[in-house]
Protein backbone atom coordinates (compact mmCIF):
# COMPACT_ATOMS: atom_id res chain seq x y z
CA UNK A 1 0.00 0.00 0.00
CA UNK A 2 1.52 3.39 -1.09
CA UNK A 3 1.77 6.36 1.10
CA UNK A 4 0.28 9.36 0.97
CA UNK A 5 3.55 11.10 -0.25
CA UNK A 6 4.03 8.24 -3.29
CA UNK A 7 0.83 8.96 -4.12
CA UNK A 8 1.49 12.33 -4.82
CA UNK A 9 4.70 11.34 -6.94
CA UNK A 10 2.64 8.86 -9.30
CA UNK A 11 -0.02 11.70 -9.83
CA UNK A 12 2.89 14.29 -10.78
CA UNK A 13 4.65 11.87 -12.82
CA UNK A 14 0.99 10.87 -14.43
CA UNK A 15 0.32 14.73 -14.63
CA UNK A 16 3.97 15.35 -16.57
CA UNK A 17 3.60 12.61 -18.85
CA UNK A 18 -0.07 13.80 -19.31
CA UNK A 19 0.92 17.31 -20.31
CA UNK A 20 4.05 16.23 -22.46
CA UNK A 21 1.40 13.98 -25.07
CA UNK A 22 -0.46 16.59 -25.11
CA UNK A 23 2.09 19.14 -26.11
CA UNK A 24 3.46 16.55 -28.41
CA UNK A 25 0.02 16.44 -30.09
CA UNK A 26 -0.41 20.30 -29.97
CA UNK A 27 2.72 20.63 -31.99
CA UNK A 28 2.22 17.97 -34.37
CA UNK A 29 -1.02 19.61 -35.29
CA UNK A 30 0.40 23.15 -35.72
CA UNK A 31 3.07 22.00 -37.95
CA UNK A 32 1.05 19.79 -39.77
CA UNK A 33 -1.40 21.94 -40.33
CA UNK A 34 0.76 24.57 -41.30
CA UNK A 35 -0.33 27.28 -38.82
CA UNK A 36 2.99 28.18 -37.86
CA UNK A 37 2.37 31.43 -35.44
CA UNK A 38 5.86 32.14 -34.15
CA UNK A 39 6.60 32.83 -38.68
CA UNK A 40 6.15 36.42 -40.02
CA UNK A 41 3.70 37.00 -42.84
CA UNK A 42 3.17 40.01 -46.14
CA UNK A 43 -0.79 40.13 -46.36
CA UNK A 44 -1.84 40.53 -49.98
CA UNK A 45 -5.27 41.30 -51.58
CA UNK A 46 -6.79 39.79 -54.80
CA UNK A 47 -10.18 40.55 -56.05
CA UNK A 48 -12.30 37.39 -57.65
CA UNK A 49 -15.48 37.20 -59.67
CA UNK A 50 -15.46 33.51 -58.60
CA UNK A 51 -13.37 31.37 -56.02
CA UNK A 52 -14.80 28.27 -56.52
CA UNK A 53 -14.73 25.98 -53.47
CA UNK A 54 -11.41 28.20 -52.24
CA UNK A 55 -11.74 28.44 -48.29
CA UNK A 56 -9.42 30.44 -45.36
CA UNK A 57 -6.17 28.38 -44.76
CA UNK A 58 -5.63 26.93 -48.29
CA UNK A 59 -2.07 27.25 -49.17
CA UNK A 60 -0.53 30.07 -51.65
CA UNK A 61 2.11 28.87 -54.47
CA UNK A 62 4.16 30.95 -56.15
CA UNK A 63 5.06 28.87 -59.72
CA UNK A 64 4.93 25.82 -57.54
CA UNK A 65 6.61 26.74 -54.33
CA UNK A 66 5.01 26.92 -50.81
CA UNK A 67 4.96 30.95 -49.93
CA UNK A 68 2.12 31.41 -47.60
CA UNK A 69 -1.60 30.65 -47.12
CA UNK A 70 -4.95 32.08 -47.36
CA UNK A 71 -5.96 34.65 -44.73
CA UNK A 72 -9.46 35.33 -45.37
CA UNK A 73 -12.20 34.80 -47.97
CA UNK A 74 -15.22 37.51 -47.62
CA UNK A 75 -17.41 39.73 -50.25
CA UNK A 76 -16.07 43.04 -51.39
CA UNK A 77 -17.89 45.78 -49.40
CA UNK A 78 -17.14 48.35 -52.07
CA UNK A 79 -18.48 45.55 -54.76
CA UNK A 80 -20.72 43.08 -54.44
CA UNK A 81 -19.76 41.38 -57.40
CA UNK A 82 -16.31 40.39 -56.05
CA UNK A 83 -14.79 38.38 -53.53
CA UNK A 84 -12.09 39.59 -51.63
CA UNK A 85 -9.23 36.91 -50.69
CA UNK A 86 -6.58 38.20 -48.46
CA UNK A 87 -3.29 36.29 -48.41
CA UNK A 88 -0.54 35.74 -46.26
CA UNK A 89 3.03 35.51 -47.83
CA UNK A 90 5.82 34.57 -46.00
CA UNK A 91 7.53 37.77 -44.69
CA UNK A 92 10.57 39.03 -47.25
CA UNK A 93 9.66 36.81 -50.23
CA UNK A 94 9.81 39.38 -52.91
CA UNK A 95 6.94 39.79 -55.33
CA UNK A 96 7.19 42.33 -58.15
CA UNK A 97 4.58 43.87 -60.11
CA UNK A 98 3.25 41.94 -63.23
CA UNK A 99 2.35 39.39 -60.78
CA UNK A 100 -0.79 37.34 -61.08
CA UNK A 101 -2.90 35.46 -59.05
CA UNK A 102 -5.56 32.84 -60.39
CA UNK A 103 -7.22 29.68 -58.65
CA UNK A 104 -5.70 26.45 -59.35
CA UNK A 105 -6.60 22.69 -58.40
CA UNK A 106 -4.43 20.12 -57.51
CA UNK A 107 -5.19 16.87 -60.09
CA UNK A 108 -8.43 16.06 -61.05
CA UNK A 109 -10.53 16.43 -57.77
CA UNK A 110 -7.90 18.16 -55.71
CA UNK A 111 -8.05 20.84 -53.11
CA UNK A 112 -8.29 24.55 -54.63
CA UNK A 113 -5.20 26.75 -53.74
CA UNK A 114 -4.21 30.15 -54.71
CA UNK A 115 -0.98 30.12 -57.98
CA UNK A 116 1.57 33.29 -57.99
CA UNK A 117 2.47 33.67 -61.48
CA UNK A 118 4.70 36.62 -63.07
CA UNK A 119 4.00 37.52 -66.67
CA UNK A 120 6.86 39.47 -68.06
CA UNK A 121 9.42 41.37 -67.21
CA UNK A 122 9.11 41.85 -63.54
CA UNK A 123 8.62 45.59 -62.57
CA UNK A 124 9.13 47.45 -58.94
CA UNK A 125 8.68 45.08 -55.75
CA UNK A 126 5.61 45.14 -54.57
CA UNK A 127 4.81 46.76 -51.01
CA UNK A 128 3.09 44.31 -48.47
CA UNK A 129 -1.01 45.58 -48.40
CA UNK A 130 -0.73 45.98 -52.20
CA UNK A 131 -3.47 44.45 -54.41
CA UNK A 132 -2.88 41.68 -56.64
CA UNK A 133 -4.09 41.71 -60.05
CA UNK A 134 -6.62 38.16 -60.63
CA UNK A 135 -7.05 36.07 -63.54
CA UNK A 136 -10.13 33.86 -64.14
CA UNK A 137 -9.08 29.95 -65.15
CA UNK A 138 -11.51 27.75 -66.07
CA UNK A 139 -11.89 24.52 -63.28
CA UNK A 140 -12.69 21.06 -64.69
CA UNK A 141 -16.17 21.54 -63.62
CA UNK A 142 -16.29 24.45 -65.60
CA UNK A 143 -14.15 22.72 -68.59
CA UNK A 144 -17.08 19.77 -68.30
CA UNK A 145 -19.88 22.17 -68.47
CA UNK A 146 -18.51 23.95 -71.57
CA UNK A 147 -18.26 20.86 -73.29
CA UNK A 148 -21.44 20.39 -72.75
CA UNK A 149 -23.19 23.83 -73.66
CA UNK A 150 -21.01 22.58 -77.17
CA UNK A 151 -22.45 19.24 -77.67
CA UNK A 152 -25.35 21.24 -77.04
CA UNK A 153 -25.44 23.91 -79.49
CA UNK A 154 -23.98 21.43 -81.95
CA UNK A 155 -27.28 19.33 -81.60
CA UNK A 156 -29.60 21.59 -83.26
CA UNK A 157 -26.85 21.49 -86.54
CA UNK A 158 -26.61 17.67 -85.86
CA UNK A 159 -30.85 17.39 -85.86
CA UNK A 160 -30.51 19.28 -89.22
CA UNK A 161 -28.41 17.26 -90.94
CA UNK A 162 -30.47 14.24 -89.98
CA UNK A 163 -33.54 15.84 -90.97
CA UNK A 164 -31.78 17.38 -94.60
CA UNK A 165 -30.35 13.48 -95.39
CA UNK A 166 -34.05 12.23 -94.43
CA UNK A 167 -35.33 14.41 -97.04
CA UNK A 168 -32.91 14.18 -99.17
CA UNK A 169 -33.50 9.75 -99.71
CA UNK A 170 -37.48 10.20 -99.10
CA UNK A 171 -39.54 7.94 -101.40
CA UNK A 172 -39.82 10.45 -104.00
CA UNK A 173 -36.65 11.67 -104.03
CA UNK A 174 -35.35 7.74 -104.45
CA UNK A 175 -37.68 7.30 -107.27
CA UNK A 176 -37.00 9.99 -109.34
CA UNK A 177 -33.32 9.57 -109.17
CA UNK A 178 -34.01 5.69 -110.30
CA UNK A 179 -35.89 6.66 -113.14
CA UNK A 180 -33.55 9.01 -114.08
CA UNK A 181 -30.73 6.98 -113.71
CA UNK A 182 -32.76 4.39 -116.02
CA UNK A 183 -33.26 6.79 -118.81
CA UNK A 184 -29.44 7.35 -118.79
CA UNK A 185 -29.21 4.68 -121.36
CA UNK A 186 -31.96 5.45 -123.91
CA UNK A 187 -30.61 9.18 -123.88
CA UNK A 188 -26.92 8.11 -124.64
CA UNK A 189 -27.68 5.57 -128.03
CA UNK A 190 -30.00 8.40 -128.32
CA UNK A 191 -27.47 10.85 -128.87
CA UNK A 192 -24.75 7.93 -130.31
CA UNK A 193 -27.61 7.27 -133.17
CA UNK A 194 -27.70 11.14 -133.70
CA UNK A 195 -23.59 11.68 -133.62
CA UNK A 196 -23.23 9.14 -136.25
CA UNK A 197 -26.24 10.60 -138.46
CA UNK A 198 -24.42 14.02 -138.24
CA UNK A 199 -21.07 11.94 -139.68
CA UNK A 200 -22.70 10.11 -142.32
CA UNK A 201 -24.30 13.51 -143.92
CA UNK A 202 -21.09 15.46 -143.18
CA UNK A 203 -18.98 12.69 -145.47
CA UNK A 204 -21.41 13.00 -147.78
CA UNK A 205 -21.14 16.66 -148.05
CA UNK A 206 -17.59 16.63 -147.72
CA UNK A 207 -17.20 14.50 -150.66
CA UNK A 208 -19.36 16.35 -152.84
CA UNK A 209 -17.65 19.37 -152.16
CA UNK A 210 -14.55 17.54 -153.59
CA UNK A 211 -15.37 16.41 -156.82
CA UNK A 212 -17.10 20.49 -156.97
CA UNK A 213 -13.41 21.34 -156.44
CA UNK A 214 -11.97 19.32 -159.03
CA UNK A 215 -14.44 19.47 -161.62
CA UNK A 216 -15.20 23.13 -162.95
CA UNK A 217 -16.04 21.98 -166.14
CA UNK A 218 -15.65 18.38 -167.84
CA UNK A 219 -12.24 16.23 -167.05
CA UNK A 220 -9.43 17.97 -169.05
CA UNK A 221 -7.91 14.55 -169.20
CA UNK A 222 -10.95 13.20 -171.08
CA UNK A 223 -10.76 15.57 -174.18
CA UNK A 224 -13.93 17.48 -175.73
CA UNK A 225 -15.39 20.40 -174.22
CA UNK A 226 -12.89 20.66 -171.13
CA UNK A 227 -10.47 21.66 -173.42
CA UNK A 228 -10.38 25.23 -174.23
CA UNK A 229 -8.84 27.69 -176.52
CA UNK A 230 -6.60 30.47 -174.55
CA UNK A 231 -8.69 33.05 -174.88
CA UNK A 232 -12.06 31.44 -173.56
CA UNK A 233 -11.62 29.46 -170.41
CA UNK A 234 -13.98 27.49 -168.68
CA UNK A 235 -15.07 29.53 -165.76
CA UNK A 236 -12.45 31.99 -166.18
CA UNK A 237 -12.56 35.58 -166.55
CA UNK A 238 -11.57 35.67 -170.82
CA UNK A 239 -8.79 38.69 -170.11
CA UNK A 240 -7.39 37.24 -167.32
CA UNK A 241 -7.20 33.36 -168.65
CA UNK A 242 -5.57 34.40 -171.90
CA UNK A 243 -3.06 36.97 -170.44
CA UNK A 244 -1.98 33.68 -168.26
CA UNK A 245 -2.01 31.60 -171.02
CA UNK A 246 -0.09 33.86 -173.74
CA UNK A 247 2.73 34.81 -171.08
CA UNK A 248 3.75 31.15 -170.34
CA UNK A 249 5.98 29.54 -172.59
CA UNK A 250 6.00 26.08 -174.25
CA UNK A 251 8.06 23.96 -172.84
CA UNK A 252 8.85 21.16 -175.43
CA UNK A 253 6.23 19.34 -177.20
CA UNK A 254 3.74 19.70 -174.30
CA UNK A 255 2.47 22.36 -172.08
CA UNK A 256 4.24 22.85 -168.50
CA UNK A 257 2.84 21.05 -165.68
CA UNK A 258 -0.61 21.95 -164.12
CA UNK A 259 -0.76 21.41 -160.71
CA UNK A 260 -4.54 21.04 -159.76
CA UNK A 261 -5.82 20.19 -155.93
CA UNK A 262 -6.22 17.34 -154.76
CA UNK A 263 -7.09 15.34 -150.95
CA UNK A 264 -4.12 14.03 -149.92
CA UNK A 265 -1.09 14.99 -152.45
CA UNK A 266 1.72 17.06 -151.11
CA UNK A 267 0.68 20.80 -150.43
CA UNK A 268 -2.60 19.71 -151.29
CA UNK A 269 -1.43 19.67 -154.91
CA UNK A 270 -1.37 17.08 -157.80
CA UNK A 271 0.39 17.47 -161.05
CA UNK A 272 -0.46 16.24 -164.07
CA UNK A 273 1.91 16.38 -167.31
CA UNK A 274 -0.19 17.42 -170.52
CA UNK A 275 1.21 17.35 -173.89
CA UNK A 276 0.29 18.75 -177.17
CA UNK A 277 -2.22 16.79 -179.21
CA UNK A 278 -2.12 16.66 -183.13
CA UNK A 279 -3.84 19.26 -184.72
CA UNK A 280 -3.82 21.56 -181.56
CA UNK A 281 -0.57 23.19 -181.91
CA UNK A 282 -1.27 26.88 -180.07
CA UNK A 283 -3.71 25.49 -177.91
CA UNK A 284 -3.87 24.75 -174.24
CA UNK A 285 -5.86 23.91 -170.78
CA UNK A 286 -5.72 26.41 -169.10
CA UNK A 287 -4.11 26.20 -166.01
CA UNK A 288 -6.75 24.72 -163.36
CA UNK A 289 -5.67 25.01 -159.68
CA UNK A 290 -7.78 24.76 -157.03
CA UNK A 291 -6.90 25.55 -153.40
CA UNK A 292 -9.45 25.66 -151.18
CA UNK A 293 -8.78 27.38 -147.76
CA UNK A 294 -9.03 23.45 -146.05
CA UNK A 295 -9.35 20.04 -146.62
CA UNK A 296 -12.88 18.98 -146.07
CA UNK A 297 -11.93 15.69 -144.23
CA UNK A 298 -10.29 17.92 -141.59
CA UNK A 299 -13.20 20.65 -141.63
CA UNK A 300 -15.19 16.94 -141.18
CA UNK A 301 -12.90 15.92 -138.13
CA UNK A 302 -13.28 19.29 -136.37
CA UNK A 303 -16.85 19.26 -136.28
CA UNK A 304 -16.68 15.81 -135.19
CA UNK A 305 -14.53 16.80 -132.17
CA UNK A 306 -17.28 19.98 -131.51
CA UNK A 307 -19.97 17.09 -131.65
CA UNK A 308 -18.51 15.03 -129.11
CA UNK A 309 -17.61 18.21 -126.84
CA UNK A 310 -21.52 18.68 -127.46
CA UNK A 311 -22.61 15.72 -126.26
CA UNK A 312 -20.68 15.52 -123.31
CA UNK A 313 -22.30 18.76 -122.19
CA UNK A 314 -25.65 17.63 -122.90
CA UNK A 315 -24.59 14.77 -121.00
CA UNK A 316 -23.42 17.07 -117.84
CA UNK A 317 -26.11 19.16 -117.73
CA UNK A 318 -28.83 15.91 -117.69
CA UNK A 319 -27.14 14.59 -115.18
CA UNK A 320 -26.96 18.45 -113.35
CA UNK A 321 -30.97 18.58 -113.71
CA UNK A 322 -31.28 15.14 -112.71
CA UNK A 323 -29.30 15.51 -109.51
CA UNK A 324 -30.90 19.22 -108.77
CA UNK A 325 -34.45 17.66 -108.89
CA UNK A 326 -33.82 14.64 -106.47
CA UNK A 327 -31.84 17.10 -104.13
CA UNK A 328 -34.29 19.56 -104.11
CA UNK A 329 -34.23 23.31 -103.07
CA UNK A 330 -31.09 24.58 -100.92
CA UNK A 331 -31.82 24.67 -97.16
CA UNK A 332 -33.04 27.92 -95.86
CA UNK A 333 -31.09 30.32 -94.61
CA UNK A 334 -30.54 30.04 -90.12
CA UNK A 335 -31.34 33.45 -88.42
CA UNK A 336 -30.55 34.21 -85.10
CA UNK A 337 -33.24 36.10 -82.88
CA UNK A 338 -32.26 38.14 -80.18
CA UNK A 339 -34.21 39.02 -77.16
CA UNK A 340 -33.90 42.43 -75.43
CA UNK A 341 -35.68 44.58 -72.50
CA UNK A 342 -37.39 47.95 -73.06
CA UNK A 343 -34.40 50.62 -72.89
CA UNK A 344 -35.10 52.29 -69.20
CA UNK A 345 -33.23 54.39 -66.93
CA UNK A 346 -32.01 52.48 -63.76
CA UNK A 347 -33.84 53.63 -60.58
CA UNK A 348 -32.00 51.31 -58.14
CA UNK A 349 -31.05 52.60 -54.64
CA UNK A 350 -27.89 53.00 -53.09
CA UNK A 351 -25.93 48.81 -53.02
CA UNK A 352 -25.74 49.70 -49.33
CA UNK A 353 -29.14 49.42 -48.76
CA UNK A 354 -29.47 46.35 -50.78
CA UNK A 355 -28.64 42.91 -49.47
CA UNK A 356 -26.68 40.88 -51.97
CA UNK A 357 -29.11 37.72 -53.34
CA UNK A 358 -27.19 35.25 -54.60
CA UNK A 359 -28.04 34.04 -58.03
CA UNK A 360 -27.83 30.78 -59.19
CA UNK A 361 -28.10 30.18 -63.12
CA UNK A 362 -31.91 29.28 -64.23
CA UNK A 363 -32.56 25.66 -65.25
CA UNK A 364 -35.37 24.49 -67.64
CA UNK A 365 -37.23 21.68 -68.71
CA UNK A 366 -35.06 18.89 -71.00
CA UNK A 367 -36.84 19.73 -74.14
CA UNK A 368 -36.56 23.60 -74.37
CA UNK A 369 -32.35 23.21 -73.10
CA UNK A 370 -32.36 23.94 -76.99
CA UNK A 371 -31.39 27.42 -78.95
CA UNK A 372 -33.72 26.59 -81.88
CA UNK A 373 -37.09 28.37 -81.78
CA UNK A 374 -39.96 25.74 -80.80
CA UNK A 375 -43.27 25.81 -82.12
CA UNK A 376 -46.22 23.88 -80.42
CA UNK A 377 -49.24 22.54 -82.07
CA UNK A 378 -51.09 21.41 -79.35
CA UNK A 379 -49.42 19.39 -77.07
CA UNK A 380 -47.12 18.77 -79.41
CA UNK A 381 -43.49 20.84 -79.73
CA UNK A 382 -41.48 21.31 -83.20
CA UNK A 383 -37.90 22.68 -83.45
CA UNK A 384 -37.56 25.18 -86.29
CA UNK A 385 -34.89 24.56 -88.77
CA UNK A 386 -34.34 28.24 -89.69
CA UNK A 387 -34.66 30.29 -86.64
CA UNK A 388 -32.52 30.02 -83.58
CA UNK A 389 -31.98 31.78 -79.98
CA UNK A 390 -28.83 33.53 -79.34
CA UNK A 391 -28.51 31.67 -76.92
CA UNK A 392 -30.48 28.69 -74.60
CA UNK A 393 -33.75 29.74 -73.17
CA UNK A 394 -32.96 29.37 -69.56
CA UNK A 395 -29.54 31.61 -70.02
CA UNK A 396 -31.59 34.30 -71.85
CA UNK A 397 -34.12 34.65 -69.40
CA UNK A 398 -32.18 34.13 -66.26
CA UNK A 399 -29.92 37.47 -68.05
CA UNK A 400 -32.68 39.71 -68.40
CA UNK A 401 -34.59 39.13 -65.07
CA UNK A 402 -31.03 39.47 -63.35
CA UNK A 403 -30.67 42.88 -65.33
CA UNK A 404 -33.58 43.86 -64.10
CA UNK A 405 -33.11 43.15 -60.80
CA UNK A 406 -30.00 44.97 -60.87
CA UNK A 407 -30.85 48.25 -62.63
CA UNK A 408 -34.98 48.24 -60.58
CA UNK A 409 -34.88 46.32 -57.62
CA UNK A 410 -35.18 48.14 -54.53
CA UNK A 411 -33.65 45.28 -51.86
CA UNK A 412 -31.56 43.62 -54.02
CA UNK A 413 -28.23 43.31 -55.67
CA UNK A 414 -27.32 39.90 -57.87
CA UNK A 415 -23.74 38.21 -57.16
CA UNK A 416 -22.73 35.23 -58.66
CA UNK A 417 -23.98 32.35 -56.22
CA UNK A 418 -20.93 31.39 -54.12
CA UNK A 419 -21.51 28.44 -51.23
CA UNK A 420 -18.68 29.65 -49.06
CA UNK A 421 -19.80 33.39 -48.72
CA UNK A 422 -23.21 34.43 -47.24
CA UNK A 423 -25.84 36.26 -49.10
CA UNK A 424 -28.86 37.51 -48.13
CA UNK A 425 -30.44 34.69 -49.74
CA UNK A 426 -30.44 32.69 -52.38
CA UNK A 427 -32.62 32.58 -56.30
CA UNK A 428 -33.42 30.19 -58.72
CA UNK A 429 -35.76 29.58 -61.35
CA UNK A 430 -36.67 27.06 -63.83
CA UNK A 431 -38.07 28.19 -67.36
CA UNK A 432 -41.08 26.51 -68.12
CA UNK A 433 -42.33 27.73 -71.33
CA UNK A 434 -40.39 29.44 -74.40
CA UNK A 435 -42.05 28.78 -77.59
CA UNK A 436 -44.56 30.02 -79.97
CA UNK A 437 -48.09 28.89 -80.20
CA UNK A 438 -50.03 28.44 -83.02
CA UNK A 439 -53.47 28.73 -81.17
CA UNK A 440 -55.60 32.10 -80.70
CA UNK A 441 -53.84 33.02 -84.17
CA UNK A 442 -50.38 32.62 -83.05
CA UNK A 443 -48.71 33.95 -80.06
CA UNK A 444 -45.18 33.79 -78.00
CA UNK A 445 -45.38 32.17 -74.64
CA UNK A 446 -43.25 32.66 -71.56
CA UNK A 447 -43.69 30.97 -68.10
CA UNK A 448 -41.05 30.90 -65.48
CA UNK A 449 -40.77 29.68 -61.62
CA UNK A 450 -38.80 30.83 -59.36
CA UNK A 451 -37.79 29.90 -55.50
CA UNK A 452 -36.33 32.04 -52.90
CA UNK A 453 -34.11 30.30 -50.14
CA UNK A 454 -32.10 31.34 -47.12
CA UNK A 455 -28.37 32.55 -47.09
CA UNK A 456 -27.55 29.22 -46.65
CA UNK A 457 -29.37 27.47 -49.34
CA UNK A 458 -31.26 25.16 -47.20
CA UNK A 459 -35.01 26.34 -46.43
CA UNK A 460 -37.16 27.43 -48.86
CA UNK A 461 -38.86 31.17 -48.07
CA UNK A 462 -41.18 31.85 -51.15
CA UNK A 463 -41.68 30.53 -54.45
CA UNK A 464 -43.74 32.43 -57.64
CA UNK A 465 -45.01 31.15 -60.88
CA UNK A 466 -44.86 33.69 -63.46
CA UNK A 467 -46.66 34.07 -67.06
CA UNK A 468 -46.89 36.02 -70.09
CA UNK A 469 -47.77 36.19 -73.43
CA UNK A 470 -47.56 38.40 -77.02
CA UNK A 471 -49.69 37.89 -80.30
CA UNK A 472 -48.16 37.26 -83.43
CA UNK A 473 -48.74 39.01 -86.60
CA UNK A 474 -47.07 36.35 -88.22
CA UNK A 475 -44.32 34.19 -88.24
CA UNK A 476 -41.29 35.86 -89.86
CA UNK A 477 -38.04 36.24 -87.80
CA UNK A 478 -38.60 39.63 -86.67
CA UNK A 479 -42.02 39.19 -85.59
CA UNK A 480 -41.12 36.33 -83.02
CA UNK A 481 -37.71 38.09 -81.56
CA UNK A 482 -40.00 41.77 -81.05
CA UNK A 483 -43.17 39.00 -79.20
CA UNK A 484 -40.33 37.16 -77.14
CA UNK A 485 -39.10 40.61 -75.95
CA UNK A 486 -42.49 41.98 -75.64
CA UNK A 487 -43.51 38.95 -73.33
CA UNK A 488 -40.50 39.17 -71.33
CA UNK A 489 -40.97 43.11 -70.27
CA UNK A 490 -44.73 41.85 -69.24
CA UNK A 491 -43.10 39.30 -66.65
CA UNK A 492 -39.97 41.15 -65.33
CA UNK A 493 -42.09 43.73 -63.31
CA UNK A 494 -44.14 40.80 -61.93
CA UNK A 495 -40.83 39.23 -60.97
CA UNK A 496 -39.69 42.75 -58.79
CA UNK A 497 -42.99 43.44 -57.01
CA UNK A 498 -42.45 39.79 -55.97
CA UNK A 499 -39.10 39.55 -55.35
CA UNK A 500 -39.00 42.96 -53.42
CA UNK A 501 -41.85 42.07 -51.12
CA UNK A 502 -39.98 38.59 -49.78
CA UNK A 503 -37.30 40.91 -48.07
CA UNK A 504 -38.69 41.00 -44.46
CA UNK A 505 -39.53 37.80 -44.47
CA UNK A 506 -36.26 36.41 -45.82
CA UNK A 507 -34.40 38.70 -42.82
CA UNK A 508 -36.77 37.07 -40.34
CA UNK A 509 -36.16 33.35 -41.81
CA UNK A 510 -32.49 34.32 -41.67
CA UNK A 511 -32.10 35.34 -38.08
CA UNK A 512 -33.91 32.26 -36.71
CA UNK A 513 -31.41 29.85 -38.71
CA UNK A 514 -28.76 32.12 -36.98
CA UNK A 515 -30.23 31.74 -33.46
Same mark, same amino acid.
Not at 408 to 435: C, E, I, M, W
Given at each position: MLTVRAQKAEYVKAGVTLGAGLVVLAAFMVVLGGNWFWERYDPYDILFTSIQDLSKGRPVKYAGLDVGRVAAVDLDPTDPRNIRVRIDVRHGFPLYQGTTARISQKGLVGDYYVLLELKGEPGPRLAPGASIPAVSSLSMQELAAKAGEMLEELQPRLAEFEGNIAKLFTRENTDALRQAFQGLPRLVEDLRRAAN??? =???????????????????????? /??? %??????????? $??? /???????? #? #???????????? *??? &????????????????????? $????????????????????? &???????????????????? !???? $??????? #?? *??????????????????? !?? $?????????? &? =?????????? =????????????????? @???? @??????????????????????????????? !????????? %? !?????????? =???? #????????FSAYAPLEDFRAETVAHAASEAMGQIVPKILVWLDGTRDVLEKNNQVHRQ
Open positions: DFR =TNWNTLAGKGGKAGRQPGRDPEAG /GPG %RESAGTGSGQH $PGR /GAGRNQDR #R #RAGPGYPEKRQF *RPG &THRGYSVQHQHDEPGTQGTRA $PHQATALGSHPAAIGNDAMKR &THVLIWLVLVGVAGACLAGC !FGKP $PPVERYL #RV *RLADAPCQNANLEQRAPLG !FK $PFKSLENLDK &T =TVLTARGPVL =TPSLQFYWEGAPQDIVG @QLVR @QAIECRSAKYTPVDYQPRVTHAGVLTGQVTA !FNVEETSGG %R !FVVALHLDLW =TQNG #RSKVANGD
